[in-house]
C-alpha cells in the first residue's frame, strides 16, 4: 500500500512566524503535490515537484515555497504566515492510475 | 481553460435510493478522470481512474462511467457509511497536475 504521511495533523502558529509542512512517501515516487483545501474554494495546486530538487510553480504559489531534497520528502514553506494562509493542506504523491493523498494538516494562523 | 464542474453541491439520500453524482469538463486532451472519496478532516481517498470515453469501473456499490464531456458516479443501495463528499478531478495535456471540481456532499441516513 502505499503511505503518505505528513508531519503533523494540526499546527497553530502566529502571523509572521515561518512555517514548515513537510511530506514523506515511502514508494519511490517522483513526483509529488502541495494542495490547499479551503470551503467552496476546493482543492488548488500550491506546487509540484517531478524529481530531486525540480519543482513548479502551481495555481496559488504566492506566499510559499517548497524543497525537494530527497526523493521521499518535500517540504511546503510559508516564509511569513498570515491569516489567510489558515487552510487544510494536502500532499500527494503521484502514481500511474491517479494521486494518494496524506491525512491533510489543518494550520490555523493566528 | 479547462473547468470541472460538479453536481449537485449537495444530495441527501435515504438507505437503498440508488442515485448519481455528475462531473462536467472541458479540457483539451483529457489523459484521465478521477474520483476521490474524502471523509470530513481527512485527506481524499484514491477511488477510480477512468481514461476513455465508455470506460466503466466498479467496487462494491460504486460504478464510475465516462463520456467525452462527462462522468457519472452511481450509487447503487448506499449504506449511511458512504456519507461523504466525492470529488471528481482530470488531467490533461502534458501536465501532472489533477484539476479538481469543488465535490458533491452526500449524506445518506438511516
Known amino acids: 500500500d502505499v503511505k503518505v504521511t505528513q508531519s503533523s495533523r494540526y499546527l497553530v502558529k502566529r502571523t509572521g512566524e515561518k512555517v514548515f509542512l513537510e511530506c514523506v512517501q515511502d514508494?519511490?515516487?517522483?513526483?509529488m503535490f502541495w494542495y490547499r483545501q479551503d470551503p467552496g474554494l476546493g482543492l488548488r495546486l500550491i506546487y509540484f515537484?517531478?524529481?530531486?530538487?525540480?519543482?513548479e510553480k502551481g495555481d496559488i504559489p504566492e506566499g510559499y515555497s517548497v524543497s525537494r531534497e530527497k526523493k521521499e520528502r518535500f517540504s511546503l514553506i510559508l516564509e511569513s504566515a498570515s491569516t489567510n494562509q489558515t487552510s487544510m493542506y494536502l500532499c500527494?504523491?503521484?502514481?500511474?492510475?491517479?494521486?494518494?493523498f496524506g491525512p491533510g494538516t489543518r494550520l490555523t494562523v493566528l | 481553460e479547462d473547468q470541472v464542474t460538479q453536481s449537485p453541491e449537495a444530495l441527501r439520500l435515504q438507505e437503498g435510493e440508488s442515485s448519481s453524482l455528475n462531473c462536467s469538463y472541458t479540457v483539451s486532451g483529457l489523459r484521465g478522470l478521477f474520483w476521490y472519496r474524502q471523509d470530513p478532516g481527512k485527506g481524499p481517498e484514491f477511488l477510480f481512474t477512468?481514461?476513455?470515453a465508455g470506460e466503466e469501473k466498479e467496487k462494491e456499490r460504486l460504478k464510475a462511467t465516462l463520456t467525452k464531456k462527462e462522468s457519472f458516479l452511481h450509487i447503487t443501495a448506499p449504506k449511511p457509511e458512504d456519507s461523504a463528499t466525492y470529488l471528481c478531478?482530470?488531467?490533461?495535456?502534458?501536465?501532472?497536475?489533477?484539476?479538481f471540481g469543488k465535490g458533491t456532499s452526500l449524506l445518506v441516513t438511516p
Open positions: 500527494a504523491s503521484r502514481i500511474r492510475d491517479g494521486q494518494f
Open positions: 515537484s517531478y524529481d530531486v530538487k525540480m519543482k
Open positions: 477512468l481514461y476513455s
Open positions: 478531478a482530470v488531467q490533461a495535456g502534458s501536465g501532472y497536475a489533477l484539476n
Open positions: 514508494m519511490d515516487h517522483e513526483n
